[in-house]
Antibody, heavy 124, light 110 residues
Framework: QGQLVESGGGVVRPGRSLRLSCAAA????????MHWVRQPPGKGLEWVAV????????YYADSVKGRFTISRDNSKNTLYLQMNNLRADDTAVYYC?????????????????WGPGTTVTVSS | EIVLTQSPGTMSLSPGERATLSCRAS???????LAWYRQSPGQPPRLLIY???YRASGIPDRFSGSGSGTDFSLTISSLEPEDFAVYFC???????????FGQGTKLEIK
């Protein structure tokens, strides 16, 4: 089915940087698009970014465009999120998630495997 | 950008009852781009339904999805204790590529 585990969260001051990692296991990582989704405390889900399976295409939410960079290393089965110029409203639990593939081989446009999340707190 | 509005914000029901949750899009969307998730406290979301009506792997048949155009719904035929959680709908848009979540519906025990 697949497993994902995020790491790299912590407390950081506004304007600083942080890099999150997501280790994938038990599935063919290089065959899937991968996402970052975040959830501020007590609030709903916000999609952050997606990277295609080969890393060639990346797309971002407007709220993070120009500050965050999604990347992947398929040789290490790892997804990354480089977060620069962090702001207080970036405080959230950050999840990595896999975009599913249907039984007929098409993208499902939905996220079928999620990690437990890593917490990022931006505070002075 | 498409906005998803879920209703009601909170729903109070008893175990064994039927629940119907609504997700309305600000403009018409393709059925293959609409999904539903359940999130229990302290847990990541779990995919329930993709492409409006297809159950994800391991999801019991008490969950069903339907809809088209701007109006979509998730129905739980008979509520189990683990179903009392928050539910999110989600849409994929391809111009530009983006993913949007509704604000959520909390299903609580009456």
């Amino acid at each position: 089915q697949g497993q994902l585990v995020e790491s790299g969260g912590g407390v950081v001051r506004p304007g600083r940087s942080l890099r999150l990692s997501c280790a994938a296991a038990e599935f063919s990582f290089s065959g899937y698009s991968m996402h970052w989704v975040r959830q501020p405390p007590g609030k709903g889900l916000e999609w952050v970014a997606v990277v295609w399976n080969d890393g060639a295409d990346k797309y971002y939410a407007d709220s993070v465009k120009g500050r965050f960079t999604i990347s992947r290393d398929n040789s290490k089965n790892t997804l990354y999120l480089q977060m620069n110029n962090l702001r207080a409203d970036d405080t959230a639990v950050y999840y990595c998630a896999r975009e599913g593939i249907t039984s007929t081989g098409f993208y499902s446009y939905a996220m079928d495997v999620w990690g437990p999340g890593t917490t990022v707190t931006v505070s002075s | 950008e498409i906005v998803l509005t879920q209703s009601p914000g909170t729903m109070s029901l008893s175990p064994g009852e039927r629940a119907t949750l609504s997700c309305r899009a600000s403009q018409g969307v393709a059925t293959r781009f609409l999904a539903w998730y359940r999130q229990s406290p302290g847990q990541p979301p779990r995919l329930l339904i993709y492409a409006t009506s297809y159950r994800a792997s391991g999801i019991p048949d008490r969950f069903s999805g339907s809809g088209s155009g701007t109006d979509f719904s998730l129905t739980i035929s008979s509520l189990e204790p683990e179903d009392f959680a928050v539910y999110f709908c989600q849409h994929y848009g391809n111009s530009p590529h983006s993913y949007t979540f509704g604000q959520g519906t909390k299903l609580e025990i009456k």
